[in-house]
């Protein structure tokens, strides 16, 4: 039950791109069409999982035991770079395609605060096990990917949508993502605790 409640809370109620607004950048950026933004999704889930693993174990195993958890920034955005770098190596190999179409976005990932966000978040904050984190760290992924594949299926049906002359693009992207935070801001915490009453 308590995996449940990580899931739907990570995925809804503190979902990291429209009631947190981290990683605005991706989202806006990559949310053109399904592909990419799947595509984005996918490898930000991946860093977000490896990430909250790597990152549990050396706070935990390294910097706890040797009072050093002033570090714990540092050493978890250098776990983010490496992994980004593996995504990147990866994504180039098999999916050219996908990794021209992703661009700048790709390594961004490193910069991207809600992979940061969620290491921290997982880790420090709310203080959970090895596999709870890991899990965190996976369902923070999908509330992300699940943000960007919305966002760009509204963005390709504004395309046949008369939006006056001002509004095209960027800032008519921003209006729907504000539209779209309103509506996540219904998922109260309360939900958590009507659906799991025993945690």
Do not use: H
């Amino acid at each position: 039950m308590e995996y449940l409640a990580i899931l739907i809370s990570f995925i809804f109620i503190n979902n990291y791109v429209l009631v947190k607004f981290y990683g605005i950048c991706p989202f806006i950026g990559v949310s053109k069409d399904v592909e990419s933004a799947l595509g984005m999704g996918a490898a930000v889930t991946f860093v977000m999982t490896l990430a909250t693993a790597v990152t549990w174990m050396i706070y935990n195993l390294i910097l706890a035991p040797l009072n050093a958890g002033y570090l714990k920034i540092i050493a978890f955005i250098l776990v983010i770079a490496a992994l980004v770098q593996l995504v990147e190596i990866i994504v180039q190999k098999f999916s050219p395609s996908l990794y021209k179409a992703l661009g700048i976005y790709l390594p961004l990932i490193t910069t991207n605060c809600a992979v940061l966000g969620i290491t921290m978040d997982a880790i420090i904050i709310q203080n959970y096990g090895l596999f709870k984190s890991i899990f965190a760290g996976f369902s923070a992924g999908l509330g992300f990917t699940l943000v960007l594949i919305l966002m760009s299926t509204l963005r390709m049906k504004l395309n046949f949508e008369k939006v006056p002359k001002y509004f095209r693009g960027v800032p008519i992207a921003f209006i729907t993502g504000g539209l779209m935070a309103m509506a996540f801001m219904a998922f109260a915490p309360t939900i958590i605790f009507k659906l799991f009453p025993n945690l």
